[in-house]
């Protein structure tokens, strides 16, 4: 194994493996069970990531996920109905007017409540680092040059919404390091001029040249067809798309009826599959060196799909230990199989093969330089 | 990566003691209230299995929930939106129900209220927003796929006014006279249903209260509960528990079918189970179900090597991820 020639895994694989994890994260607000996902995430991430400028950042998006925790817990403490016995301190409460009873600002605020609140909280960071974790493993550009021919035009609106946040932290990033360079104050002062209007500027430049560069390359060129036809392939796009998110969303969704999910999503995925090859038909396009998808990219998105099959039986094994009780409270305990989960989901570090780890990374810095 | 499980030992560290504590003071007691200032608090699981069970929570009471506290009955919230009863005595258990959000309608426990005397209500407000009247009378029913028309009202009508006083009227609002179904309006033939032997009625009414009522092992078949309108007016309600252990008939007031929750009743309550002579005759007319309603299923959850086993494997992965970002940010 540690024989293996550095490479970059498929970009798809990546992102599976995260989905599968943040599917396996969804399924619990056990806060030990989270945090072991996360760590587990943050190994592989350890362990695998380029020297890419995207893969940069992994603590901006821990920083944003403790936000995340702490915004739902203030919110909860503000806001929140406390029902717990464990007070912890009381706020002033406000009086509402009648017509807003039920809504309480301020007032007692519980152990309970504020828990539940962190519980919550943490869940919601996990999902958002697993998708740091793809954003930062997966190369963005290399995901949209593999998908399908058809779906190219929403693949790019999908890749770059998906990597506005790690271009931003690029730029930033860069942003910073030149104006260190250049002995410029780290103040608050000067912060909009000195830094935000430089990323956006950035980012508005990096967007012109990716458009040159499509441009240059004959992309958005394909044979004249007719009105029906384009009609056709996107409503049975659209369609797919959409009844594969319904259908995803009814499977996630521990709420929403068992039969919605799994038919939709059938549905949804033979539609999609007939958009893709009724409009793959009118757009000729090659791929120059497509990226090969061999037994490390299986074993990579089976360990995510691995983790959310686990975790999906632990829900009907033992539920008890997903959902930890607050009233009473009791400790969480992370249960065999949610570590069994973790395990599976951190494989990664060592099946993935290496990546080539530049002795003094000179890119960046110049980057960084000449910015 | 360390700050957040920093943030969480302190905060469970902080909390041990609390998680320790006992719950309440033990002061409730099976059966109704004896005095005007206790809570009488009516579970009834249905389908479920376990039965109807009544407890008195010592008054004053600050909330619906206070009372369930005080009567020593173990409930929990869901965990996303902890103002709603998700379970109580650990029933509907993690199997059929995760309790992460809010019941859905067709399987949720719903929460009734009357005075002493009159005759069960679906409450208006919800159980923590609502501070019941010293004395009355609160329900506890689970209701499966039952549509908003047809809730079960708890199977055990409430308990008459304790004699000497004068019973505290429901708050206006709280419940609305129109909507609200009793236990004896239902049109059912004047027959009593009794599917228990006469032998296994006496092994259980004899027990006195106070008692706890054991667990029931294993999985046990749901009671039904019948009730039955005589051609007297007087409600006869039969309550049969798990495989047929309990079974306790009552003659519950004959104000029944008023829509006025503030008419005192006129009859008494009397027992016609033939071992409750032994019993004292103010609380043998609770039927018993089976269920220890303060035991939530959920084992005693002290701060075990499960819980620090995570934590150190949390950690453990964080430190190992750390020190791999540190060798490689020197090689660079």
Known sequence: MSERLPRQLHPGAWWLWAIGIGAAASRTTNPITLLVLVAAVGCVVAFRRTDAPWARGFSTYIKLALLVIAIRVVFRVLFGSQHGTTILFTLPELQLPDAAAGVRIGGQVSLEGVLAALYDGIRLATLLLCIGAANMLANPKRLLKSLPPAVHELGVAVTVALTVAPQLIESGQRIRRARKLRNAGSGRRGFVRGVAIPVLEDALDRSLVLAAAMDSRGYGRHDPQSRSSSFVTGALLLGGVGGVCVGVYAMLDGTAPRALGVPTLVVGCVVAVLGIRLGGRRVRRTVYRPDPWRGAEWAVSACGVGAAAVMFVASAVDPANLYPSLQPLRWPELGLLPALAAAIAMLPARLAPPVAVRPASSVSRDVAVAA | ?332
């Open chain 2, 1 to 332: 990566m360390i700050r957040p499980l920093v943030a969480v030992a302190v905060v469970a560290a902080s909390s041990s003691l609390l998680f320790a504590a006992p719950a309440t003071a033990d002061e409730w007691y099976d059966g109704p209230c004896t005095d005007n200032v206790g809570i009488t608090v009516v579970i009834d699981f249905q389908e479920l299995g376990g039965g109807v069970n009544v407890r008195c929570a010592p008054g004053p009471v600050t909330s619906g929930l206070d009372a369930l506290d005080k009567a020593g009955i173990a409930w929990e919230p869901p965990l996303r939106e902890p103002g709603f009863v998700c379970r109580i005595a650990g029933q509907p258990g993690p199997d059929r129900e995760a309790c992460g959000v809010t019941p859905p309608p067709s399987a949720y426990w719903g929460y009734w209220i009357a005075p002493r005397g009159g005759a069960w209500c679906y409450s208006n407000m919800g159980a923590g927003n609502r501070v019941p009247p010293p004395g009355s009378v609160e329900g506890w029913s689970f209701a499966l796929d039952k549509s908003s028309t047809r809730l079960p009202p708890p199977g055990f009508a409430p308990p008459a006014v304790t004699p000497g006083t004068t019973p505290n009227p429901l708050s206006p609002g709280e419940c609305s006279a129109s909507a609200s179904p009793t236990t004896t309006t239902s049109p059912a033939p004047p027959a009593t249903t009794t599917t228990a032997a006469p032998t296994t009625v006496a092994a259980t009414t004899t027990q006195a209260p106070g008692n706890p009522v054991p667990p029931a092992g294993g999985a046990a078949p749901g009671p039904t509960t019948t009730s039955t309108s005589p051609p007297g007016a007087s409600a006869t309600t039969t309550t049969t528990g798990v495989a047929g252990t309990t079974t306790t008939t009552t003659n519950a007031p004959t104000s029944t079918t008023s829509t006025s929750t503030t008419i005192p009743p006129v009859a008494t309550t009397t027992t016609t189970s033939p071992t409750s002579t032994t019993a004292p005759p103010s609380s043998s007319v609770a039927p018993l179900g089976t269920v220890d309603l303060g035991d939530d299923q959920r084992g005693e959850g002290g701060f075990g090597f499960a819980t620090a086993a995570g934590m150190a494997a949390a950690g453990a992965l964080a430190a190992t991820s750390f020190v791999v970002v540190r060798r490689r940010a020197r090689l660079e």
